[in-house]
Structures are given as structure tokens and as C-alpha cells.
């Protein structure tokens, strides 16, 4: 291609801007907030999926994620879980609760942060007919 040709081929299409290379920029702090802690919950949930199918504990690979929503900013999440249908929910409960420390150290090892958010785990029971 020939020098012309360069200079005629960059003149055809526009030069990108930020928001087409990084998506859209905001000086609104809370849009800002908001939007890396919608990231940070569901990289989290990613990462508690993955905790839960591969615990050691039969409890704990029959409960699923749910939600995980902040509840002080990105200082504490809540995570919601299904119990398994037919599961007893008070023992799911029980497990998910003993668990919380294993669930905040894979946490902890998935996401870069200085500090892991603290979790509170609430085991609700699964919609029939909801996988």
C-alpha cells in the first residue's frame, strides 16, 4: 500500500475516542461507584458458583447462587443462595453459615483487592420447577 493510499484510508474512518475504546465516561462518582460494585458482585458470584460446586461438603454443592448485592458499598456483601429442592433448609442454612470462611477465602483469592469484603449468607428456598 502505497503512502497515499495510507493517508486516504486514515482519512476515511474517524478517529476513536475514549468512550469507543473504553466505554463511556462519567464525572458522576456514584454512576462510577455503582458500576464497579455491579463488577465486583458478579465476579463474586463467579466466584462463590465455583466454591460451591467444588466443596468438599454435599450440603454445600446442592446450593446455588442467587444474588449477591452490597449492603455498605463494597465493605459487606450479601449473598443469597437456593437450598436444593426437597433439601432441609434449616441444615443448608447451618452449612452455608459454617462456610462462610472458606466462601470469603476463594472470594478472596478470585477478585484484586486490597480487602475481602465481609459476606453475609442468607439460604432461601429454590422456585419450584428453577434449576
Known sequence: MSRNQRARHRSAR??????DLFGAVTDDPHARLAQSCAALCA???????MALATAS???LRDLSVATVEPRRGAASLRVVLFAAPGGELA?????AARAVGYLRAEVAAAIQRRRT???VVEVIA????VP
Open 43 to 49: 465476579q463474586i458470584t463467579d466466584a462463590i458458583a
Open 126 to 129: 429454590a422456585l419450584p420447577g
Open 57 to 59: 461438603d454435599p450440603v
Open 117 to 119: 469484603p465481609d459476606l
Open 91 to 95: 441444615i443448608a442454612a447451618e452449612h
Open 14 to 19: 474517524p478517529d476513536p475516542t475514549p468512550d
